[in-house]
């Protein structure tokens, strides 16, 4: 048994599977993964809720099969969240100096970042993350910390992401249920670039891409901080979705052939080949020409990247990209997808694998456990936070950046 005080759990519930991940901190403070649940997710839908009483009992065998692993009791989560009304947004906050001396002090600090915080959101939106950048002080950028510096005007610039209130709290109300304690909820594609970028990349800049089965979350860093932040509302479903209707098949075939037979793109030695098989009851079912098959997976597969690329490019962030593409979840699986971001993004691509983490291999190297395994070392961050104080605010700011909750 670990000492419960130092057990960190991550739980992400997906669209295609619930997993909770059970890291625990050693007196060195290594992170290490100790156990490991998964179930496949029976009511969510594009990353969200969509039956709360079959998501509840996902969860449920999900955090028993952590537990036994662990052996540990499991009382508090870090909840991931994602959907498509999240959403990432850079504010300026601007605060005048009014000291006769016009030394910047802690409260000009403190006041400038509430200004930028105070966004003009719709009512039903929710803060979840207010990411700062850097600051500004008589319009020299990059600064990093202006306290002590003269100056008549400081500026900062906060990445916050946001989303529905209601929406937010739905897989909330479903953990609690279950009598766990949310420690706090943490957007999704944010605790999959802390497990795989480390230090040197996120000051490189990096895009990583989280490809689930409902959604696509992507980051961007550059310079060590967050530049942007969204979610798309497609993934591996939709791929599924297409296959089913291209080829004119079951959906449950559609997705057997994609996990089996699916590739980003249609090689030369696909064509002319066809696949055939047999149902549960011993009869043939209808030949698919495999050619077809990775055309029609290909053709979706580019246009989501090409939608974040889009994106990207209108906001001029490509730029800050140097170490290059990072991509896991269940779509870093599909063959030819590096090759395929590579193109679309005109950047190396790489298979993101959890970095400055030990323990279970059999997690570590899975590209679909990374945002439950981002989830752990986040909470591990908070909990230095709050155990150090002002000591390790610097070496948790060059893990993530500040962040502040409303």
Known sequence: MFDPASVIVGLEIGTSKVCAVVGE?????????????????????????????????DVRNAIVEAEQMADVEIRTVYLGVTGGHVRGLTNRGVHPVVSADREITKDDVEDVIRNA??????AENHVVHAIRQHFLVDGQDGVIDPVGMLGARVEVDMHVIHGIFN??????????GLQLEVEAIV????????????????????????????????VVYGGGIIKHA???????????NDLAYGLKVPLGRAEDLKVKH????????????TLTGNDELG??????????????MSLRLEETLQLIEAELTRLGLLDYVRAGVFICGG?????????????VFQLPAHLGRASSISGLKSALDQPEFAAAIGLVKYGSFQQKRRAGGGKLVQSVRETFGTIFRR
């Open 25 to 57: 901190v050693s007196t060195t403070g290594t992170l290490n993964i100790v156990g490991l649940g998964q179930s496949r997710s029976r009511g969510v839908r594009k990353g969200e809720i969509a039956d709360a009483s079959a998501v509840g009992e």
């Open 117 to 122: 915080k105070a966004i003009n959101l719709p």
């Open 167 to 176: 929406r937010l709290q739905n897989p909330v109300r479903i953990v609690k």
């Open 187 to 218: 957007f999704n594609g944010l605790a999959s670039s802390l497990a795989l970028l480390t230090n040197e990349q996120k000051e490189l800049g990096a895009l990583v891409l989280d490809m689930g089965g409902g959604t696509t979350e992507y």
């Open 230 to 240: 969204g979610v798309l509302a497609v993934g591996g479903d939709h791929v599924s």
């Open 262 to 273: 699916g590739a980003a793109v249609a090689e030369e030695a696909d064509k002319g080949q």
């Open 283 to 296: 009869l043939p079912l209808k030949s698919v020409n495999l050619e077809h098959l990775r055309r029609i």
């Open 331 to 343: 779509g870093a699986r599909i063959p030819g997808i590096q090759q395929m971001a590579e193109r």
